[in-house]
């Protein structure tokens, strides 16, 4: 089964500065998620893109997919403290499959 | 709506006890998901369930672990016997299209 892989592991920026983190697969995907997790909480869906959408935005996020390359990004334009958070890509092969979650990115947001 | 309610949030145990972790899915979602999370292994799929019924159990680490759903409103998620190695944070989530709605989570530390 396919596995999104984030890149960066962990990512420490300053408040107000932007955050990039990228998503890799393997196989065709009928969508791409990116999901946030709080320390100690579940996860929060932020986004969903089509594999016929190349870009998305949602307030303060952008969300990129390529499907040549089988990446997505994922940016957080101007981030405050409160971003601080891990961040998850999860793909689906169909409409009706269960997501397949990457093992994240840490972000560290300083004040 | 309330949202997925997990319980209990905390559980600690010793080796070799019966542990058994409760979710109760959102109203109207036909999708349940029951994830295991560790530093180690990240988010791994489990089980899921399609109209209360398992669909996919391949995730289930072994004889150890069961799982069911009685309804539309409740599920279970059950070790018997537990190992310290099935310490982890266990996550219920539901769907009704792809987005995935998740639980607080139950930490589960089997001594």
């Known amino acids: 089964s396919q596995q999104g892989e984030e890149d960066p592991q962990a990512l420490s920026i300053q408040e107000g500065e932007n955050a990039t983190m990228n998503c890799s697969y393997k196989?065709?995907?009928?969508?791409l998620q990116w999901y946030r997790q709080n320390s100690g909480r579940g996860l929060v869906h932020l986004i969903l893109?089509?594999?016929?959408?190349r870009e998305k935005h949602s307030g303060r996020l952008r969300v990129t997919l390529d499907t040549s390359k089988k990446s997505s990004s994922l940016l957080i334009t101007a981030s405050r403290a409160a971003d601080t958070a891990s961040y998850f890509c999860a793909t689906a092969d169909s409409g009706n499959t269960p997501l397949v979650f990457g093992k994240g990115t840490r972000l560290s947001v300083i004040a | 709506d309330a949202g997925v309610i997990q319980s209990p949030r905390h559980e600690v145990t010793e080796m070799g006890q019966e542990v058994t972790l409760r979710c109760k899915p959102i109203?109207?979602?036909?999708?349940l998901f029951w994830y295991r999370q560790t530093m180690m292994r990240g988010l791994e799929l489990l089980i899921y369930?399609?109209?209360?019924?398992?669909?996919?159990d391949s995730g289930m680490p072994e004889d150890r672990f069961s799982a069911k759903m009685p309804n539309a409103s409740f599920s279970t998620l059950k070790i018997q016997p537990s190992e310290p190695r099935d310490s982890a944070v266990y996550f219920c989530?539901?769907?009704?299209?792809?987005?995935?709605?998740f639980g607080p989570g139950t930490r589960l530390t089997v001594l």
């Open positions: 196989t065709s995907i009928n969508n």
């Open positions: 369930f399609n109209n209360n019924v398992p669909i996919d």
């Open positions: 109203s109207g979602h036909d999708y």
């Open positions: 893109i089509r594999s016929n959408e």
């Open positions: 989530a539901s769907s009704s299209i792809q987005t995935q709605y």
